[in-house]
């Protein structure tokens, strides 16, 4: 039998369960680990600027393809404690990543140690499984079981914490016969499908709200083909968004309070029954429960049985992976359909695309400063339907989901549950470590992109290029939107003059200067008509310097996005201009009736 350190088989187990990159930072009580990470070989590293930012990049990394696991390493103390807000997030989202932290001595981790800390209790209400390591022979089997849990029911994150002393210890373990465990994924019978599809047949108007889960399990290509079958249109969720592309004519839309569609909400409110996939019916897709469920019937199906009913009861629910349901949804559709036994849905189809055709937002405005709205039809023109989009939370990523086109899974990466202000810049280094040969495009607001800035740094060294779109209107947007309920604007302004960068007036930082300090290139535009030019720019700067290209839009201070300020998708309040003739929104997926 082989002997080496523990900190040597995790390594060892890490490359046997198909991990071939890790971001972090090495600090003492974690140096045992890199020390094996550099001897054992086979997994790339990449050094972030601060570890809550090594999470993320975790993050964008396992949400870019299926299977990926993306790992964060940061030592004892403070690094356990800056990874947690990525650990919430991936928990939210059911994102597996494993994190792996550094400890003190075991004989001390009780008395105070320098950077001693009860990470695994701090995480535990973030994790599926938080462990400090006592005993080096068990380390194997952690290890192990981390991924079986990851990989397992509801996917999500692990965090192992390794005392300095577990690391060096000499354990007997073999490699070579290690063999990663065989994940559990519940799966549907036939009996429950075809109960389900028999009350979708009863429906006249149903829908399939797909979600996140769908995306996970792999089976976007199965939501479409049962879709096709049954005739019944889908409204993808913000996770699930791109599991059918946004011009498929059974696309109806997305739905909710904020990252909604006007034509997605106005379907929605005219169907009977819903069949949800893989979703978790969140309160921004659902608003009030009862105008949601009024009126319409629901099936849930959900990999986690406790997820069902959690947020309302479903006349019918189904604990079952998405994969192995939607297998056996097709499977009995087909039947169906060859015996003619499927109602004809087209009148109702056709119905979502009507109002797809004629409820829709204004996105060409021509004013100085510039208008949001105008960026996101700029980048339309620009980004093809290859474009992995990556953004978190703000006024910005609301704008840019009722907005943008996604046409394929994995294609919209965004933080949905957590919305971290800080997470869209490592994310997106991630995703383009994840596809290198991706168009990579992060959007933030100038909020979101100042909270890690310095990440950016990462590209520049490491050579991860991607294109930065940053939306600038020097305030707290969402949130001062917020404030509107209380008749305030109180510390929302991130305004002031920059002695050092007169030009910008009130704006603030120089987003420019710092990104260029950074090692990476930048463009500032305040005029709309030169958006175009600047994205293409972008693009060929970061092909040709490898590095973060930033694109920052001067925007008009005070813009308020749609949305429903009663907590109610029947009342979206439209706060600016509607398309009223098909040049006001140029780059909509169906061209403007009118």
């Known amino acids: 039998m082989a002997r ?102 075991t004989a001390v981790i009780h008395k105070e140690d320098f950077q001693a800390v009860d990470i695994a209790s701090i995480a535990k209400p973030v994790t599926k499984m938080a ?5 080096a022979a068990q380390v194997p089997g952690v290890f192990q079981q981390a991924f079986h849990l990851m990989r397992s029911g509801r996917p999500g994150p692990v965090l192992i914490d390794l005392p300095i002393d577990v690391q060096l210890t000499e354990i007997e373990f073999d490699p070579e016969t290690y063999e990663p465990l065989q994940a559990y994924k519940p799966a549907a019978t036939r009996a429950q499908i075809e109960k389900a599809i028999t009350l979708l047949n009863e429906s006249e108007r149903p829908l399939i709200v797909a979600g996140g889960g769908v995306i996970n399990a792999d089976a976007a290509e199965l939501l479409v083909e049962f879709a096709e ?32 569609h006007r034509y997605g909400n106005a379907t929605f409110l005219e169907s009977d029954f819903v069949l949800g996939i893989g979703n978790r019916w969140a309160n921004r897709h659902t608003g009030k429960l009862d105008v949601y469920t009024a009126g319409r019937k629901f099936v849930h199906v959900d990999i986690e049985p ?59 405005f021509d004013d100085i400063p510039i208008k949001p709205q105008r960026v996101y039809e700029e980048m339309n023109k620009a980004f093809g339907p290859e474009t992995r989009y990556v953004s978190t939370i703000g006024l910005s990523q609301i704008a840019g989901a009722q907005m943008l086109h996604v046409f394929k899974p994995r294609h919209w990466i965004n933080c949905g549950q957590a919305g971290p202000l800080g997470w869209t810049v490592p994310a997106a280094l991630g995703v ?7 168009q990579v495009v992060a959007l933030s607001g100038d909020y979101d992109f100042q909270f890690m800035i310095e990440e950016l740094a990462v590209g520049a060294q490491h050579k991860i290029p991607y294109v930065h779109v ?59 008509a030169e958006l175009g030019a600047a994205l ?33 998708i029947s009342n979206v309040v439209e706060f600016e201009e509607l398309a009223t003739e098909p040049e006001h929104a140029p780059t909509s997926i169906k061209t403007l009736k009118v």
């Open 229 to 260: 079958l049954t005739g019944t249109p889908v409204v993808p969720t913000l996770m699930g968004w791109g599991l059918l592309p946004d011009d498929h004519e059974l696309n109806a839309g997305m739905v909710g309070l904020q990252t909604s």
């Open 131 to 135: 462990v400090t390591v006592l005993e």
């Open 536 to 568: 293409e720019q972008a693009k060929k700067l970061a092909a040709e310097h490898q590095v973060p290209v930033v694109v920052e839009a001067i925007l008009e201070r005070v813009t308020n996005i749609a949305m429903s300020t009663t907590n109610d």
């Open 470 to 528: 940053l939306v600038n209107n020097s305030y707290l947007g969402l949130i001062r939107q917020a404030q509107r309920a209380f008749d305030i604007d109180f510390q929302v302004k991130l305004e002031f003059e920059n002695i050092n960068s007169p030009e910008l007036g009130v704006y603030g930082v120089d987003h420019v200067k710092v990104a260029e300090g950074l090692g990476c290139k930048a463009i500032r535009v305040t005029d709309p």
């Open 432 to 438: 383009a470590k994840a596809d290198p040969e991706a």
């Open 306 to 364: 406790t997820q069902i009913g959690k947020i309302f009861a479903p006349d019918y629910g189904i604990a079952s992976d998405a994969k192995a349901a939607l297998e056996l949804f097709v499977e009995v559709a087909r039947e169906l359909k060859a015996a003619g036994k499927l109602p004809d849905r087209s009148a109702w189809a056709a119905s979502a695309q009507e109002r797809k055709a004629t409820l829709q937002r204004r996105t060409h």
């Open 4 to 105: 080496m350190t523990a900190a040597r088989a995790a390594v060892e187990i890490l490359k046997r369960e198909g991990v071939s990159n890790a971001f972090g930072v090495p600090g003492a009580a974690i140096n045992p680990f890199y020390a094996a990470l550099k001897a054992s070989g086979g997994i790339n590293h990449t050094l972030a600027r601060h570890v809550e930012g090594a999470s993320h990049m975790a993050e964008g990394y396992t949400r870019t393809h299926p299977g990926n696991i993306g790992v964060c390493i940061g030592t004892s103390g403070p690094a356990g404690t800056d990874m947690i807000t990525g650990l919430y997030s991936a928990i939210g989202d059911s994102i597996p990543i494993l994190c792996i932290t550094g400890q003190a001595p």
